[in-house]
């Protein structure tokens, strides 16, 4: 049984247009004006007056990470359910082994608890120490597994950080294998010498954490980083950019011709740092690394969409409930779990807040959204496009539609939602997936297990080696 979107106003990276789409078997078989129904059975969605859209495609999110001696909220049932309410098809979530552990036996947890997704899924892998035998086992990722995307830490030291000398490691492996390195960049030393300052001073309460990460910690890291991929000439994806000092060294290296690109999430366009300032331990909702950022920074970002520095919007969802999560770190910051919900509240927020409030146009908004990210982790264009043959992943859109966001009504499984209270204009009437509608007007239909691991190909990026 196939479905016809009829007089949608569909709307890509690139294009503008009224017209139809029929899906059938999964994939979008054709698109155009005047489409007929090829058969009885077929249903009929009467799209007039809304948008039709890529499905979302995020390619940063941690669905049951364990991390900070607490695990994150939402499994891989749960938060991709949580997407598909929101709009967002496709995920990219993260492999992150135990210091020594081998990256296939990582990988093959990884595999085991992503089985409960209810959309399509791939991953990176997280290189977390350097030994012999990564090299070998990078490869098998890359070439045999599917995953040509690798994460780094620069902070967390003594935990799941690398060191600069394992980060060139990575670099020259991935440059040989033709895959990309992406970073989550801040001085981990720094970090930690500001957390034990502060915390020797009494500084305890969760604004500190914000205190012990300013923002000169992520640009030195990140300008640290591209110095290291141009050496090496390794492309790079810096991942959840939150400040101008990181925005300008990802500027300069892109003026010494390097492939440096960057992502940057809803909570550093929309907050800013006084969500520290709430009382009663609500500030920990907060916590994350890198943090939330003063006033000012966020304008330096939208800028940065629009003028193409940064590709991709992700969420970095990683829920921890404040009650029995956050709390670990009641009487010291540097014990909260760090992270918060995001995956069902991109699509309203970036058109809320870009698009009907002026800051991006429609199809830079699609663009960062789902066709970008598509594109930079090789699943375009069987994701992130409206093209025959794409898998049928698409969002009817409801401009018209208000809504406030809240954690009473999300499908995240947490507790607090760090947009409460944010309005929000349109929402998806009906989300597709893999050729069927398994949300619509807000009432989900997914089917535990339904989705698919996606095995990943890059084009091989060119060499951005220094020259000299
Ligand atoms: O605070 C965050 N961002 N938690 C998730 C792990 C990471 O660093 O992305
Ligand atoms: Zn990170
Ligand atoms: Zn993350």
Known sequence: MGILIKNGEIITASDRYVGDIYCANGKIQATGPGLDKPSAQDTVIDASGQLVLPGGVDAHVHMELPFMGSESADDFETGTAAGIAGGTTSIIDF?????????????AIGNEKAKKAVCDYGFHMAITWFGDRIPEE????????GIPSFKTFMAYKGAIGIDDGEL????????GLGALVTIHCEHGEAVVALQKLLVAQGKTAPKYHAQSRPSPVEGEATGRAAMLAGLTGAPIYIVHLTCREALDAVAEARRRGQMVMAETCPQY????????????????????????????HQDALWAGIASGLIQ??????????QDGQKTIGKDNFTKIPNGAAGIENRLGLLYTYGVVENRIDIHRFVDIFATQPAKIFGLYPRKGSILPGADADLVVFDPHASSTISAKTHHHRCDRNIFEGFAIKG????????????CKDGTLDVERGAGRFLPRRLSTPSPTAVKG
Request: one cysteine or more; aromatic letters at 6%; charged letters at 25%.
């Open 138 to 145: 990078m490869r098998a990722c890359v070439e045999e597994e």
């Open 269 to 296: 366009l929309l907050l800013d740092d006084t969500v520290y300032d709430k009382p009663d331990f609500e500030g920990a909702a907060y916590v994350m690394s890198p943090p939330i950022r003063p006033k000012g």
């Open 427 to 438: 929402r998806p009437s009906h989300v597709i997936v893999n050729g069927r509608v398994q």
């Open 95 to 107: 492999v992150i082994p135990a210091r020594n552990q081998s990256l296939l036996e990582g990988l």
């Open 168 to 175: 060139i490691s990575v670099m020259q492996t991935a440059r």
């Open 312 to 321: 991709t919007v992700g969420t970095d969802h990683c829920p921890f409930n």
